[in-house]
């Protein structure tokens, strides 16, 4: 599904959203994940990324599915940048102050997709849904 609005990574102690403009460095955003399960405190967010597609979910185990989003190039290259200056980090993608997801970055992602993990295809779906979805 295309898409063409910011997808928002950053640091722990960093936040990053979608809808409004970013807050002043001093505030943080105190938020959860889309269960309702893990309370996030966060700072300002670091970058926005540009998506050009949200692939449907696709499941890789019996317990984990596979959202994909694919970068413009401007956002593929600031990414390849972010993943190399923040690696270990723990990073909060952001989608109406809620975390989609808070991997942490194991490794230099150089080729403009990132890949996000959940372990329902109900949460799969509401993922790809909410990064799809226009800003």
């Known amino acids: 599904m ?3 609005q910011p997808e928002r990574p950053h640091p722990t102690g960093q936040r ?3 809808v409004r403009p970013p807050t ?3 505030n943080v955003l105190v938020t959860c994940d889309l269960a309702r ?6 700072g ?10 949200v692939a449907p979910p696709k499941p890789l185990t019996s317990d984990f599915f596979e959202v994909n989003l694919t970068l413009n190039p401007a956002s593929a290259t600031a990414w390849t940048a972010f993943t190399g200056q923040h690696l270990h980090d723990h990073i909060a993608f952001i989608r109406d102050d809620l975390v989609l997801e808070a ?7 150089g080729f403009g997709q990132i890949a996000l993990t959940t372990q329902t295809a109900q949460a799969a779906d509401q993922l790809a849904r909410l990064a799809g979805r226009p800003a």
Do not use: C, F, K, N
């Open 24 to 26: 002043p460095p001093a």
């Open 37 to 42: 399960t893990t309370l996030y405190t966060l």
């Open 44 to 53: 300002p967010e670091s970058m926005q990324l540009g998506l050009t597609h």
């Open 2 to 4: 295309p898409a063409d």
């Open 103 to 109: 991997p942490i970055i194991e490794q230099v992602v």
């Open 16 to 18: 990053s959203r979608h």
